[in-house]
């Protein structure tokens, strides 16, 4: 027995609404505003946007469930030769206002074409300015306990497989701490079992880590620091993510692909950290070898 | 006789030089410094940043002069085929601090392979905030001029060629008002001439405007309109700028290449202007037909 897509579809969505609560309930002033949309070849979304002037600065929490005949763009392998497709799928991105507290990634996603392929892909991501191990081994600990709840679940190779993606070339930098990564897994009952149990963590994945940051003290010397990474984050976005590039490439809907780009970035030539401060042990550990966070 | 490329390259070094004079000029606060670079396969260049509190946010004016192999990801056509290269070229970008002063771009370029292709490229395009319409004509008038003055100049072609890079199919927006964009001239001597005429005609292309609206009033709105201009600006550069991408994807010199990248920007979803604001008055000529500016 297959995966009904209307099922995903509907759990996705329900996935998106107690998450939209549970930022909400941590922010306290600001709420999420949600934009309705149609595409015009097949289907359409929800973009859930919260901008405001409490602790979390912008987020976004998109659903979609797109169909139609396949964009001649699409340069996914697997779509390769379909004249039609389906796309559902759930993406997070949070961009507190604490410089001490992480930028939270995640995306769940399901895809099927009219010549049988139907996969499942997804994961998250944790994008910290300043280094807290304890944030980053709770991150890392609660993906590698989802995936061991499930037998199709791969917590080495998935970590593995984000620090590979989450990697900016031109700067010799991963964007991250990174965390699981995941795509074109067979679309059978025991994956989406996988991906819906790891829906149900992410707030249980980021939010004790906001908790604990976003109440410390910072100075204007922090932000310029996670002005700077912002920067980087949106050249990764913009540059290298595939998810990004296909979406705008294939005429996807351009506020609600861009709207994970920070609030606000800096660009300024040749900043470096000074040597020995928290900013250059981030910046080192970005440019060293992936880590091990369990 | 064919033009040689020391001598294009010794006068785009002193164009350079006087164009960062005269920027410090009307600054009056800042001075450009120099980061001279080597390029391990084979030539280098000097960066010079001007970044400071005066009237210019930001200013780079790069020079360079490398060769060596050609690079595998040379996917320009008339590289093709070729096993070593040398480019030489200027490029400038000023994003002044006034939301009322447009941001100004320029580049001169200089390219031969060892298969015997020899072409001159280059241009300069205005993005403004705000609509002057005596600054996008006195802009292309000083352009249309330059390029009359050359039996090998070709305004129109150039205009339009311009108005068609510069735009982003992702917003259906152009960038600013374009002004002249050429590449793969023959690289003979007319085409040097009017190549190093152009290079002297920048500062009488960009100054007077700057002049005019350096000292204008401003208020928090149009800081945040220009801030969003200039995420667009970013949007361009990461994702659709040929230069950028070819010069990260061969390993070209980051920081250098990204010294385009606004100092600030910011992305606020679902942003619009006020319907008959000046700021719609702008995005409405972005996303109408280019306008002649003669």
Known sequence: ???????????????????????????????????RWTRPEGGGGDTRILQGDGPV???????????GPTPDRLSDSLAAGSSSFYATGLSIIVHPRNPYAPTFHANLRYF???????????GADLTPHYLFEEDARHFHRTLA?????????????????????????????????GGVFFDHLPATHPVWEMVYDLGTALTDLYLPILHRRIGLDYTEREV????????????????????????????????????SLPPRATWVYGFEPEPGSPEDELQALLRGEPRSWL
């Open 145 to 177: 306990e989802v995936c061991s709840r499930h037998p199709v679940g791969d917590y080495p190779a998935w970590k593995k497989a984000c620090d590979d993606y989450f990697y900016l070339p031109h700067r010799g930098e991963r964007r991250g701490v």
């Open 224 to 259: 310029r620091w996670q002005l700077h990474r912002r920067a980087r984050y949106a050249e990764f976005n913009l540059i290298w993510d595939r998810g990004t590039r296909f979406g705008l490439e294939t005429g996807g809907r351009t506020e609600s692909i861009l709207a």
């Open 112 to 122: 099927e074409t009219d010549r049988g392929e139907r996969w499942f892909g997804g």
């Open 57 to 67: 600065e912008k987020a976004a929490v998109n659903w979609s469930a797109v169909w």
């Open 1 to 35: 027995m297959t995966v009904a897509r209307d099922e995903v579809a509907d759990r996705l969505r329900n996935l998106q609404e107690g998450i939209c609560r549970s930022f909400e309930g941590l922010d306290g002033v600001s709420r999420f505003r949600s934009d």
